[in-house]
């Protein structure tokens, strides 16, 4: 028997993907693996137990993950399921590190070499690998899909003979890969769309899309972006101007989808109670960072809530999981692309080249050991926007490998 790549089931109740597809697992045999997927893995994620099996993996149960050289995952494993894990396998995943220094710290007491799949560099080579635009595509989507099933009105204009529905009123906040495909998914179902970031090169994407570019152009806006792409910290001057410009303009919307992530820090606050209270009854808010603690003042996570004035603020946990069928496909192949350059083409083995520039930037956990210079012995800092930015003004393409910050009224700095 070669070496094995498991695929386990995801064990958290919120998560439906799976780290394989039929497709995923032919071309991992193909570089010289023995697949083992556990029983029940895809279900949620449609795809059958037969399926993989057709595809040349064996089916088995949680426990045959201690056979494992390596391990595919979404989600970090649980400490109670690395006790069955090899000491030296590989486990590639969306580590979450951030704030979890008891699970950083048990992937190093197994003796697992862990890959924080969510630090992948943005670079032309690793594009394929970069799980954080591939989820986010699909959070941006499902957003918008989500609000117009709270919003129980139709987004487009419709003319009829006896009357007219207006044209719903979409603003988007924050323009990476998420926030761009929301405004092409709110456009795509007839809804007047507008979007903010305090990045100006963005605004031309937006505009590229069909929507208004929101924000305070100054001469300090002009120059709020680093040569990275990521955000300068902006005055309290012209935040202040910024925040009165967004306030105005949210009492005005339908819908407002919000996209901030910052690693290692809450997510910035977006919208206040105020701006929350002026909004119209019916009005619907998507967080997509209520899982940091929310850019929406009253957010909860996994909650709608309906607040006094008849606002709906959805705090969905794992958007992108819960279209789990298409986010899936994506990461199984983010995830098979990383693979193939840890494998020796020679001999059909695991090799990790710990001087590869993709290895050093995503190596948590070696030899018993934390060794990413984030978390190994000294505080964790910021190595990486959680929502990357956009690489096209279209949304299926690419155009910009740095990350890219996120907006707020009241914060510049590291925002996408």
Known sequence: MGQVVFIPREIDANE???????????????????????????????????????????????????????????????????RSYKKGAAVIAIMDPYGNDAGVAALAKAGVTSFAMEFMPRITRAQVMDVL??????????AVIDAAAEYDRALPMMMTAAGTVPAAKVFIMGVGVAGLQAIATARRLGAVVTATDVRPAVKEQVQSLGA????????????????????????????????????????????????????????????????????????????????????????EAGKIVTTDNGVKIVGHLNVAGRIAASASLLYAKNLLAFLETLVDKDTKALAVNREDELVKATLLTDGGKVVHPNFADKPPTMIASAEPAAKSAKPAAAKKPAAAKKPTATKSKGTA
Do not use: C, W
Not at 44 to 72: E, H, M, N, Q, Y
Not at 133 to 142: K, P
């Open 212 to 299: 208004k570019f929101i924000a305070v152009e100054d001469d300090e806006f002009k120059q709020a972006e680093t040569a990275g792409g990521y955000a300068k910290e902006m005055s309290k001057e012209y935040q202040a101007k910024q925040a009165a410009l967004t306030a105005e303009h949210i009492a005005k919307q339908d819908i407002v989808i919000t996209t901030a992530l910052i690693p290692g820090r809450p997510a910035p606050r977006l919208v206040s109670a105020e701006m929350v209270a002026s909004m119209r009854p019916g009005s619907v808010l998507i967080d997509l960072a209520v899982e940091r603690g929310g850019n929406v003042a009253g957010a």
């Open 133 to 142: 635009s591939s989820q986010a595509n699909l959070a941006g989507y499902q």
């Open 16 to 82: 439906g993907r799976v780290a394989a597809s039929p497709d995923t697992v032919k071309r991992i045999i193909s570089l010289g693996f023995d697949v083992i997927v556990e029983t029940g893995a895809g279900l949620a994620s449609r795809i059958p137990d037969a399926d993989f099996t057709k595809a040349g993996a064996a089916s088995g149960k949680a426990a045959d993950v201690a056979k494992a050289d390596v391990v595919l995952k979404v989600r970090r494993p649980s400490e109670a399921e690395l």
